[in-house]
């Protein structure tokens, strides 16, 4: 993808912030390099359009983390009611925009020796529904708990420095009911899995 929303890649360097460029600079590979550079100026043309405001001008800061109270929390555009959340995996990218605190995530499914590694890291029924499913369909299963849990933890902000044991969000087809969120399930790509979560 060479542009996005009417805008060159080429034009990145006027659009994304300082702190934007510098770690767009510190991936290895140009393709690390160019799926951040395209996701984000993607993510500045959406809230520009939102916002009635030049992509150039909008200030992306974060909100103070939970847990330690640093700045390193949500991303938010201070004093603006409009919330957003961004995913990537691979050459994916998922946008999400609410009036309340959101969360999206795309997963790629993984090898079932991630299976096994993070088998014990996760809620102690999801770990239950795992074990139970046939070998096969625990990577998707896996891809779609870890998807719902991600987009849960950035909708609330605490990201996964509290471990992903809390929220239970299941490994079965359809999430689980969670209080002060609305969970759900996105359309994905082949071998992938996305959620959405906004508080309520």
């Not at 847990?67 to 959340?85: M, V, Y």
């Not at 046939?134 to 987009?151: D, G």
């Not at 929220?167 to 969970?183: D, N």
């Amino acid at each position: 993808m060479d542009t996005v929303g009417g805008h060159h890649i080429t034009d990145a360097h006027t659009i994304l912030d300082t702190d934007e460029r510098q770690r767009a600079a510190r991936f290895h590979t140009p393709g690390l390099t160019h799926r951040y550079t395209t996701s984000h100026l993607a993510l500045r043309i959406l809230l520009a359009h939102y916002l009635d405001q030049p992509a150039h001008t909008i200030q992306l800061t974060r909100e103070n983390c939970p847990n330690c109270g640093q700045p390193h929390g949500r991303p938010n555009l201070p004093g603006n009611p409009l919330h957003f959340s961004l995913s990537h995996s691979g050459d994916h990218a998922y946008i999400a925009l609410a009036t309340t605190p959101v969360g999206i995530d795309i997963e790629e499914h993984p090898t079932q020796q991630t299976v096994t590694d993070v088998l014990h890291l996760l809620h102690p029924t999801e770990t239950q529904e795992l074990t139970h499913l046939p070998t096969h369909r625990q990577p998707t299963a896996l891809a779609r708990c870890w998807a719902r849990k991600e987009a849960c933890l950035k909708a609330t902000g605490t990201g996964l420095a509290n471990g992903l044991t809390h929220p239970y969000v299941s490994t079965h087809p359809t999430p689980p009911t969670i209080p002060g969120h609305h969970l759900t399930d996105l359309p994905a790509p082949p071998h992938h899995q996305a959620a959405l979560a906004t508080l309520t």
